[in-house]
């Protein structure tokens, strides 16, 4: 079965400092993935997606997730946190023909000033 | 602005009772979702629609209905509300209904049930 696990929960990074959200999935075939933010009381924003080719895909915001159907990993990361970054973020796949996401449990980024 | 209107954005409910959430997109967009999100689980899919006229069950679809009667519009009914159902409800919508859509989300309804 199609899965989606964010191992950490909660992360906490100064501002400025680089930041690597985990992802990992299990999906049969080749997957599309997704990354998606979710301000306080907001709903989610696209941040980025990777269907195919390049395995280095840029977002918005500064963002970028790399694929590696090796470890069955999208990590996203960013070389220099804002404080406007703080927020949950959600991993999902896509699965199947019916466009339903598969999403991971959320990681809560906090940032330090 | 184009978008997903959620209505009501709050609301709190007596268990038993009945509760329709609306969703109106006006993006034309032909799919449209339900998901749920609760701490520690993220999003979980309730219903979706591929097209007007058609639905489907999604991850945890039991205590909930929905209906497609156009493309615009995809309410979602508990028809005896309980308090495992107090989540935050998120309709959401794409182009089409394939796993590399993009979906667009509303700013979500929080329900409570006591």
């Known amino acids: 079965a199609q899965s989606v696990t964010q191992p950490d929960i909660h992360i906490t990074v100064s501002e400025g400092a680089s930041l690597e959200l985990r992802c990992n999935y299990s999906y049969g075939a080749t997957p599309y993935l997704f990354w998606y933010v979710q301000s306080p009381g907001q709903g989610l924003q696209l941040l980025l997606k990777?269907?195919?080719?390049?395995?280095l895909v840029q977002g918005i915001k500064g963002f970028e997730a790399e694929f590696k159907r090796s470890q069955s990993s999208f990590n996203l990361r960013k070389p220099s946190v804002h404080w406007s970054d703080a927020a949950e973020y959600f991993c999902a796949v896509g699965a199947g023909p019916t466009g339903k996401l598969i999403f991971g449990q959320g990681t809560t980024l906090q940032v330090k000033p | 602005i184009a978008g997903i209107t959620q209505a009501p954005t709050s609301q709190i409910l007596a268990a038993g009772r009945r509760m329709t959430l609306r969703c109106t997109q006006d993006m034309r967009h032909n799919a449209m979702y339900w998901y749920r999100q609760d701490l520690g689980l993220g999003l979980r899919l309730i219903h979706y629609?591929?097209?007007?006229?058609?639905?489907g069950k999604g991850e945890v679809p039991d205590g909930y209905s929905v209906s497609r009667a156009n493309t615009d519009d995809f309410p979602l009914t508990l028809a005896s509300a309980v308090p495992s159902q107090t989540s935050v409800y998120f309709c959401?919508?794409?182009?089409?209904?394939?796993?590399?859509?993009?979906?667009?989300f509303g700013a979500g309804s929080r329900l409570t049930v006591l």
């Open positions: 959401a919508s794409s182009v089409g209904s394939s796993g590399a859509n993009v979906l667009t």
């Open positions: 990777y269907f195919s080719g390049d395995t």
């Open positions: 629609s591929n097209t007007a006229g058609t639905t």
